[in-house]
């Protein structure tokens, strides 16, 4: 004898495949965007005194987001990010987050470090800490945020922080991806050390990628 299920079973499984499937084609209708940020003229970091370098550092890194994105709180998560204090340098030089993000600064040095900031976004100073301690700091505002060391004043880098995650940093080779993004047209941002920046507009299609490369000096 062969088993049922009760109709308020096979309602409930129905209801159910019918309430899923609008999210299953929802993610399949959205695209991504992706390309690369060329430095015409990257910016080199000053000489490290007493730690002569074979090759100058340069910086070319660069931030890509969307000016308008569509939807503010979609998918908006903060967590938390490191940037290092190593070598006399911030490490990345570079850091985009998401408001509310924790920023953690190791001190990988054998020196004393310190980091603060006079930026609108964030002020703050964490003061003067030994080797192997670190200190947190929260970015609750989006903004740009300079960060800097009173001990050593060849030390800076830069925080950007955003409301929405529609954004991305840059590899050291210049390539970015933004994913998740529904389709529509948009007006993109590429941001270079406040020296730079350029933005474009972009067609984003279905499933598919927008590519979008762009060249600063």
């Not at 998918?75 to 290092?84: F, H, P, Y």
């Not at 570079?94 to 976004?121: E, M, W």
């Not at 947190?136 to 950007?160: K, Q, S, T, Y």
């Not at 995650?165 to 993109?188: K, L, Q, W």
């Amino acid at each position: 004898m062969r088993a049922t299920l009760p109709f308020t079973a096979i309602v409930f499984a129905a209801l159910t495949a019918a309430a899923a499937l609008p999210a299953m084609n929802g993610q399949a209708e959205l695209g991504w965007v992706q390309g690369e940020v060329a430095i015409r003229s990257p910016l080199v970091a000053p000489p490290i005194e007493g730690q002569p370098q074979a090759r100058p550092r340069e910086h070319r890194r660069a931030v890509v987001f969307f000016d308008t994105p569509p939807h503010r709180n979609d998918g908006l998560v903060s967590g938390r990010a490191e940037m290092r204090q190593r070598d006399a340098t911030f490490d990345p030089h570079l850091l985009a987050i998401t408001a509310g993000t924790t920023v953690a600064f190791p001190n990988d040095d054998r020196t004393y470090h310190n980091v603060f900031s006079l930026s609108k976004p964030r002020r703050f100073d964490l003061g003067r800490y030994a080797a192997g301690r670190s200190k947190d700091m929260r970015f609750e505002r989006p903004g740009l945020v300079r960060a800097f060391c009173d001990i050593h004043a060849h030390m800076n880098a830069f925080i950007h922080v955003f409301d929405h995650r529609f954004y991305a940093a840059t590899t050291e080779r210049g390539r970015y991806r933004i994913d998740r993004v529904p389709p529509g047209t948009y007006r993109v941002t590429a941001w270079y050390e406040g020296v730079d920046q350029q933005t474009r507009e972009v067609v984003v299609h279905p499933g598919a990628a927008a590519e979008l490369d762009f060249v600063l000096h």
